[in-house]
């Protein structure tokens, strides 16, 4: 059975740091991308970052650009999302999502955790 687990959310103030990880088992991805969306009360969910199988390639959403880096490490099956400078609009519950029938990391990933809360008090 696949799973993904997210860890490392929790309530901080703006401008600090946070580091999300995700941990995939039932099978390997490493050939497959990961990443990260979020969903805020009241919105619809969001593309935050995604990586390549092998860290090649990564995509932000313009609103992280620069804050936020999306890493991986294939040997423990896990994605990363290092959150620097964090604003109060980015409360959120942030799940992370793979696809291992695509190269790119969309909506219509087959593979999601249950999400971990990330509130930023400003």
């Known amino acids: 059975q696949v799973q993904l687990v997210e860890s490392g959310g929790g309530l901080v103030q703006a401008g600090d740091s946070l580091r999300l990880s995700c941990v995939a088992s039932?099978?390997?991805?490493?050939?497959?991308?990961m990443g990260w969306f979020r969903q805020a009360p009241g919105k619809e969910r969001e593309f935050v970052a995604s990586i390549s199988w092998n860290g090649g390639s990564t995509a932000y959403a313009d609103s992280v650009k620069g804050r936020f880096t999306v890493s991986r490490d294939n040997a423990k099956n896990m994605v990363y999302l290092q959150m620097n400078s964090l604003k109060s609009e980015d409360t959120a519950v942030y799940y992370c999502?793979?696809?291992?029938?695509?190269?790119?990391?969309?909506?219509?990933?087959?593979?999601w955790g249950q999400g971990t809360q990330v509130t930023v008090s400003s």
């Open positions: 999502a793979t696809d291992p029938t695509r190269p790119i990391l969309t909506y219509d990933a087959p593979f």
């Open positions: 039932g099978r390997s991805f490493s050939r497959s991308p």
